[in-house]
T-cell receptor, first 111, second 114 residues
Framework: QKEVEQNSGPLSVPEGAIASLNCTYS??????FFWYRQYSGKSPELIMS????GDKEDGRFTAQLNKASQYVSLLIRDSQPSDSATYLC???????????FGRGTQLTVWP | KAGVTQTPRYLIKTRGQQVTLSCSPI?????VSWYQQTPGQGLQFLFE???????NKGNFPGRFSGRQFSNSRSEMNVSTLELGDSALYLC?????????????FGQGTRLTVV
């Protein structure tokens, strides 16, 4: 069973703060990692992908990957109320190549 | 370019009926995966099709089936519907290779079983 665990929410931060979302995975051979954002009643939207150890920045979003620790995180800088959503961590399995999703962390950014 | 298209967007069915959902992937994408999402269970993987072959399968009963056509469009069928099948059904398409590829979701089909 390939497991993906996300830090339990909900997470609530004030506008302008940094939101930190964390994810651990069990498949040591995984090489591809993704973050999706899902607004209530909508489908998941891919916001970040990361394949190498270290940081990857895209605007206000930074994904961090540490394969040795089997840990991936998403930082949202200067959080906005429009960032309020559920964030899903997804890991591509090394054996079957399918995506494994965490249960998501609900983020609320209050003005 | 066009995204992933799922039809219909909403569906109401009666217990015992069957239903077919459709997913048209992004042009050039050969992999289509299906997921069931409910508030209590999160995203549950149903199956993945790649080049008309089922490549992966989740832990759902045989009432849930799928297929993929030569143009990569995929259909999912649920027979003998139960109240518990009420959910948002999502499909995601990707290039499908073993290398690093991103998956993109359609808008989903919200199924209500009454």
């Amino acid at each position: 069973q390939k497991e993906v665990e996300q830090n339990s929410g909900p997470l609530s931060v004030p506008e302008g703060a940094i939101a930190s979302l964390n994810c651990t995975y069990s498949d040591r051979g995984s090489q591809s990692f993704f973050w999706y954002r899902q607004y209530s009643g909508k489908s998941p939207e891919l916001i970040m992908s990361i394949y190498s150890n270290g940081d990857k920045e895209d605007g206000r979003f930074t994904a961090q990957l540490n394969k040795a620790s089997q840990y991936v995180s998403l930082l949202i800088r200067d959080s906005q109320p429009s960032d309020s959503a559920t964030y899903l961590c997804a890991v591509k399995g090394s054996t079957l190549g399918r995506l494994y999703f965490g249960r998501g962390t609900q983020l609320t950014v209050w003005p | 370019k066009a995204g992933v298209t799922q039809t219909p967007r909403y569906l109401i069915k009666t217990r015992g009926q069957q239903v077919t959902l459709s997913c048209s992937p992004i042009s050039g994408h050969r992999s289509v995966s299906w997921y069931q999402q409910t508030p209590g269970q999160g995203l549950q993987f149903l199956f993945e099709y790649f080049s008309e072959t089922q490549r992966n399968k989740g832990n759902f009963p045989g009432r849930f089936s799928g297929r993929q056509f030569s143009n990569s469009r995929s259909e999912m069928n649920v027979s003998t519907l139960e109240l518990g099948d009420s959910a948002l059904y999502l499909c995601a398409s990707s290039l499908g290779g073993r290398e690093n590829t991103e998956a993109f979701f359609g808008q989903g089909t919200r199924l209500t079983v009454v």
